[in-house]
């Protein structure tokens, strides 16, 4: 069986396509969802995709990805910024972590350029859309590969 990657979304990421397109392009969730289990495939990892409006949905996500998942991918949405808790979670089940945000957060709001998530993420992806996903995807296969390189 292949490894199982639990790529998570927050809160508002089920309305890609219709919110913002000019910030967070086209492409709807359903649309990233489909590249990210393709991609998967190429890579041989098992793609779980979710998405929640509710932070405790996605700390006990995190939580249960400890001894089934490989690693994590995450776009927390606004909660990147502000929570502490889904941090713990991370940092609680101790696999590789890669951030993804569809927009440059750098580039954006003062209050977007800080993520609690990227203090137990590998590295951050951000700026290159619902691309950013596949790429999250390329790095964590090297990641999970390689236990060297782990967390
Ligand atoms: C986002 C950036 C966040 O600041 C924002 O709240 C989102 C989406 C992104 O993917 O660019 O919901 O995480």
Redesign the pocket.
């Given at each position: 069986m292949d490894p199982i990657i639990l790529i998570l979304n927050?809160?508002?990421?089920n309305l890609l396509g219709e919110r913002e397109p000019e910030i967070?392009g086209r492409q709807t969730l359903a649309d990233i969802e489909a590249m990210c289990v393709e991609r998967g495939k190429a890579l041989a990892l098992e793609v779980d995709f979710r998405q929640s409006n509710s932070e405790g949905d996605l700390v006990e996500w995190v939580q249960q990805a400890r001894g089934r998942a490989a690693g994590i991918v995450i776009?927390?949405?606004?909660l990147?910024?502000t929570s502490i808790a889904i941090l713990d979670a991370l940092l609680a089940v101790e696999l590789p972590v890669v951030e993804v945000?569809?927009?440059n957060?750098f580039r954006?709001e003062h209050f977007?350029r800080h993520s609690h998530v990227a203090r137990a993420a590998k590295g951050v992806i951000?700026g290159f859309g619902g691309q950013g996903y596949a790429l999250a995807l390329e790095a964590i296969a090297r990641l999970v590969g390689d236990k060297d390189q782990g967390r």
């Open positions: 927050g809160p508002n990421l967070y776009n927390a949405g606004a990147s910024h945000h569809l927009s957060i954006r977007r951000c």
